[in-house]
C-alpha cells in the first residue's frame, strides 16, 4: 500500500491531492503500516472490520486520525480493535455498525460504513487545490 501512496503523490493528477487509506480486513494492517511509514503524505485512515492488531508495534508510530468501524456481531474483531485503539498514536475513534457481522453483509451495513469513511475524510482532510 504504501508504493501505492508513493505513485499517486508522483502523478500529475494527484501530486496535490490529500491522502486518506482505507484498509478492510487485513488490508486494515496494511494500510496503517503506510501510514506509519508515511506521515507526512498519509493524512487519515479508515478501518472497516479490520485487523488492525496485525500492523504489531506500529500501530504507535501512527500519527494520524484513525476511525475504526466493526460490526456489532463480530465481538473477536471488536476486541482487537478496541485494544489496538489504546495502541495508536494519534487520534483515534471506534464506530459500531449496529446489526452488522464481519462482512457487514445486512441491509443497509455497508452503506452506513461508507457514510462514516465519508464523514471522517471529509472532517480529516485537507481539500484539493483550485485547478486554473
Avoid at 480493535?81 to 495502541?87: C, F, I
Amino acid at each position: 500500500m504504501g508504493a501505492l501512496v508513493d505513485w499517486a503523490l508522483g502523478q500529475d493528477q494527484t501530486a496535490d491531492l490529500s491522502v486518506g487509506l482505507f484498509g478492510a480486513s487485513t488490508g486494515a494492517a496494511a494500510a496503517l503500516v503506510a501510514a506509519a511509514a508515511r506521515p507526512a503524505s498519509v493524512e487519515a485512515v479508515v478501518s472497516r472490520g479490520g485487523r488492525p492488531d496485525l500492523a504489531g508495534g506500529l500501530l504507535r508510530l501512527v500519527r494520524q486520525p484513525v476511525l475504526l468501524t466493526v460490526g456489532e456481531r463480530d465481538p473477536l474483531v471488536l476486541e482487537l480493535n478496541r485494544e489496538a485503539m489504546q495502541e495508536l498514536g494519534g487520534e483515534a475513534s471506534l464506530a459500531t455498525v449496529p446489526c452488522a457481522s464481519h462482512l457487514f453483509e445486512e441491509p443497509g451495513a455497508l452503506e452506513e460504513v461508507a457514510r462514516l469513511a465519508r464523514d471522517w475524510f471529509v472532517s480529516h482532510l485537507q481539500p484539493a487545490p483550485r485547478r486554473a
